[in-house]
């Protein structure tokens, strides 16, 4: 017994040294090019210069620019959570800070993860991606359990110890992330074929349907479906067959939506009810469309340089739960289309900044991931705004790193010191790039 044991951990260790080479050996091509530019300059490189090189690869390097919006994003988030709660805090609480406090804690706790997390090497999730998939699909089943929770009627959460929870499915974005990414790079050509695409999005639909199964939690589910439909996009030559696909769904979204307005006036369901809803807000003005219309009436009442910090009237329960999907509202009542605009421009650089270190990943892994975390972060973005324009119907999809949220914001500064790790890599070669520069300058 003993030694089936032994073999069998042996065995393991093998498949797991046998993962982290998958996925260091798919480079990509920025670092293929830089590899046969540089050829010849390196055999050449003096002495000097390559113990230059080796104390700047001996410094930790992180994209500053992209931490410095994370922060600012994550300050001003908690300056406008207590603006849109303090209110409700006090009556429902009977403490303004109620909602700050813990959003406080739960920031220093998620940049502590950030922290922690940009010391690992990237890799090492790649040789454990398909444990930490499965995980987290059983995290979700335990939500199923007695240990599962319930909140405004959606049981989507797992209590923990000390008054705290865990809602899974928020795990199992960055778990799909980490595995689409590592099968990809383990298909290699095959994940551009038809027959690896087909597994790859059975993976995906396995994880889709785990979330609104599990947790009942539709958007999550669209959002991390949608999450591996854009990483095999990056990998696969042809645009044509998605755009194609794209432009089908909406014309099918579209005749489904007309024929929902002229044939449909009630349902049972609730999503049913925010489509209905959505499709005629006023003859739903008080159940199903209230918080959609209030939220309207906050962006239409603080025009474009809003009423000033703190001097909200919506939020003072004319908007269920302000504090959470529907914050946005509540900054453009306060601080303007102009504050608005703001946001959405750190948004855009934050985009930008992790496109930058996905096209300047040393390896398809690294790409990957960078990529998974800008479609994760660029999803959350649009639908919430969607829904808080009235453009989509309301889904629950929480601004990023402004609305409330305890495993939201953790998981979310989890990804992004992933992304540092990766810029730190990115950061070196072009160091490289600029040394190998102007030591063929200075020789010429």
Known sequence: MRNYESDAYRKYQSSIEQRQKVVRTSGSPYSQQTAVQGKGQRAEMSASTKRKRTREKEKLYYDYDLLLVIIFLMCFGVVMLYSSSAYSAQVDYKNDMFFFTRQAMIGIIGFIVMFIVSKIDYHLYGAYAKELFWFSMFLMALVQTPLGKTVNGARRWIRLPGGLSLQPAEFTKIAVILFIAYEICLFGQKAKKWDGIKILLGYGLVATLGVFLL??????????????????????????????GVIAAGIVGIIGIIFLKYTLAESD?????????????????????YQFLQGLYAIGSGGFFGKGLGNSTQKLHAIPEAQNDMILAVICEELGVFGAIIILCLFAFMLYRLLFIARNAPDLYGALIATGIFAHIALQVTLNIGVVTGLLPTTGVTLPFISYGGTAIVILLAEMGIACWISRDSIEIRKRDILWGKWILSND
């Not at 939690?217 to 990998?235: G, Q």
């Not at 369901?269 to 469309?289: G, H, K, Q, Y």
């Open 215 to 244: 947790t009942d939690n539709l958007s999550t589910a669209i959002i991390v479906f949608a999450i591996t439909c854009i990483l095999i996009f990056v990998v696969h030559p042809k645009t044509k067959p998605f755009v194609a």
């Open 269 to 289: 369901n609730f999503r049913m009810r925010r489509i209905i809803a959505w499709l005629n807000p006023e003859a739903n003005a008080d159940t199903d469309s």
